[in-house]
Nanobody, 126 residues
Framework: QVQLVETGGGLAQAGGSLRLSCAAS????????MAWFRQAPEQERQFVALIDWSDTSTDYAGSVKGRFTISRDNAKNTLYLQMNNLKPEDTAVYYC???????????????????WGQGTQVTVYS
């Protein structure tokens, strides 16, 4: 089993930056696909960014491409989301997610992920 805990959310001014962390425990997640999703009030959970099982591929939602960067530190078993040039529309609860088995695909839908963190709130004000 895998437990995921997101940290790093908070308040940011428009144009500012935050870095989210997702610490995994229970077993390594360095060999599985992982992703960030976000959910704004009264909205569906939305794909933000993914990284494949070997760190050779990443992809982003069009709304964050060029501003956000997904990465991970394999030694720390931790996933990151660097968010730059934040906009008010980035306000949401951000969740990290992990696949339950190693495979080489790219997964954009939330139902493809087996493990989820509790979420961390990001609020961007202008």
């Amino acid at each position: 089993q895998v437990q995921l805990v997101e940290t790093g959310g908070g308040l940011a001014q428009a144009g500012g930056s935050l870095r989210l962390s997702c610490a995994a425990s229970g077993r390594t997640v360095n060999n599985v696909a992982m992703a960030w999703f976000r959910q704004a009030p009264e909205q569906e959970r939305q794909f933000v960014a993914l990284i494949d099982w070997s760190d050779t591929s990443t992809d982003y939602a069009g709304s964050v491409k060029g501003r956000f960067t997904i990465s991970r530190d394999n030694a720390k078993n931790t996933l990151y989301l660097q968010m730059n040039n934040l906009k008010p529309e980035d306000t949401a609860v951000y969740y990290c997610a992990a696949r339950g088995r190693p495979d080489s695909g790219l997964y954009y839908s939330s139902f493809r992920y087996d493990y989820w963190g509790q979420g961390t709130q990001v609020t961007v004000y202008s």
